[in-house]
C-alpha cells in the first residue's frame, strides 16, 4: 500500500542538512514508497527557513540557491490547493497550513517533529508521527521465520 504524506517543513529541513532519519525517509518517499503531497504555502515556509541566518552556513556548503532545493520537492509531490481548517485545530496557527494540506489532500500521515502536531495524534483520520515513526512504517522489520517444525 501506498501512503499518502505531508512532510512538515522542519523534516525538509532536516532532510536537506543533515544525514540522519528525515534524509533516510525523504530518499524513500522521493524514490516513490509514498506519495508526497505538499503546497505552495508549505514551499513557501520551507524556502523561507532555507534562507535563515542560523541555516546560511549550512546552505552555502550545498551551493544551490533556495529556490532549487524547492523546486526539487516541488517537482517529486503533488502539489495541494488547501481548504481551510479551524484556527483552534492546532495550538500554533503557523501548523495549519500543514493540516490544511493534509486534510485537502487526503492524506495517511503527517510527518513532523513539532510537538504542536505530534501532541494532536490524529487530525480527522490523518495520522501524525515523527520521522522515524513514519521510516518504521515504510521499513518494517523482516518477519522472523516461523518455527513450523514440530518435534515428535
Same mark, same amino acid.
Given at each position: 500500500?501506498?501512503?499518502?504524506?505531508?512532510?512538515?517543513?522542519?523534516?525538509? *529541513?532536516?532532510?536537506?542538512?543533515?544525514?540522519?532519519?528525515?534524509?533516510?525517509?525523504?530518499?524513500?518517499?522521493?524514490?516513490?514508497?509514498?506519495?508526497?503531497?505538499?503546497?505552495?504555502? *508549505?514551499?513557501?515556509?520551507?524556502?523561507?527557513?532555507?534562507?535563515?541566518?542560523?541555516?546560511?552556513?549550512?546552505?552555502?556548503?550545498?551551493?544551490?540557491?533556495?529556490?532549487?532545493?524547492?523546486?526539487?520537492?516541488?517537482?517529486?509531490?503533488?502539489?495541494?490547493?488547501?481548504?481551510?481548517?479551524?484556527?483552534?485545530?492546532?495550538?500554533?496557527?503557523?501548523?495549519?497550513?500543514?493540516?490544511?494540506?493534509?486534510?485537502?489532500?487526503?492524506?495517511?500521515? *503527517?510527518?513532523?517533529?513539532?510537538?504542536?502536531?505530534?501532541?494532536?495524534?490524529?487530525?480527522?483520520?490523518?495520522?501524525?508521527?515523527?520521522?522515524?515513526?513514519?521510516?518504521?512504517?515504510?521499513?518494517?522489520?523482516?518477519?522472523?521465520?516461523?518455527?513450523?517444525?514440530?518435534?515428535?
Amino acid at each position: 500500500m501506498t501512503y499518502a504524506v505531508v512532510l512538515d517543513t522542519n523534516v525538509y *529541513i532536516s532532510a536537506t542538512f543533515w544525514d540522519g532519519t528525515s534524509r533516510k525517509l525523504v530518499n524513500l518517499i522521493l524514490d516513490g514508497e509514498a506519495e508526497l503531497l505538499t503546497s505552495e504555502a *508549505i514551499l513557501g515556509e520551507f524556502e523561507e527557513k532555507l534562507q535563515a541566518k542560523k541555516l546560511a552556513r549550512y546552505l552555502a556548503r550545498l551551493d544551490r540557491p533556495p529556490g532549487d532545493i524547492v523546486n526539487d520537492f516541488r517537482e517529486s509531490a503533488q502539489i495541494i490547493v488547501p481548504v481551510d481548517v479551524p484556527e483552534d485545530a492546532v495550538a500554533d496557527p503557523k501548523d495549519l497550513i500543514i493540516l490544511a494540506c493534509a486534510v485537502s489532500g487526503k492524506a495517511d500521515y *503527517i510527518v513532523s517533529g513539532d510537538h504542536h502536531l505530534l501532541d494532536l495524534k490524529t487530525y480527522q483520520k490523518i495520522v501524525i508521527v515523527t520521522p522515524a515513526e513514519f521510516l518504521a512504517i515504510l521499513t518494517p522489520p523482516p518477519e522472523a521465520p516461523s518455527d513450523d517444525t514440530q518435534s515428535e
